[in-house]
């Protein structure tokens, strides 16, 4: 049974930081690329970053660029998602995905091929 599982979030002031984790079980997850959505409370989820299976490309919604940066340890089945300079709009439950097909992590950008889902973690910045 495929597995994910966030961690990380909470209640933090306007420019703090956090750091998702997001650990993955059941599946061989180095093969696949993965990512983050979020979703504020009255809209819809919204795609975050994305990381292809070696870590070495990239992707990230403009809103989060330069402040959120995402990472794995392919070794833990563990991905991350370092938040720098944290604003209130960035209050959402924050969840982890993973492909279900080999790729770049673009599918998961446009949202065309996310095969599994964690259950959230709530991130709460307060201004």
């Known amino acids: 049974q495929v597995q994910l599982v966030e961690s990380g979030g909470g209640l933090v002031q306007a420019g703090d930081s956090l750091r998702l984790s997001c650990a993955g079980s059941?599946?061989?997850?180095?093969?696949?690329?993965m990512g983050w959505f979020r979703q504020a409370p009255g809209k819809e989820r919204e795609f975050v970053s994305a990381i292809n299976w070696s870590g070495s490309i990239t992707y990230y919604t403009d809103a989060v660029k330069g402040r959120f940066t995402i990472t794995r340890d392919n070794a833990k089945n563990t991905m991350y998602l370092q938040m720098n300079s944290l604003k209130p709009e960035d209050t959402a439950i924050y969840y982890c995905?993973?492909?279900?097909?080999?790729?770049?992590?673009?599918?998961?950008?446009?949202?065309?091929?996310?095969?599994?889902w964690g259950k959230g973690t709530l991130v709460t910045v307060a201004s």
């Open positions: 995905c993973s492909a279900g097909r080999y790729g770049t992590g673009s599918q998961i950008r446009d949202n065309e091929d996310v095969a599994y």
């Open positions: 059941g599946r061989t997850f180095d093969n696949y690329a």
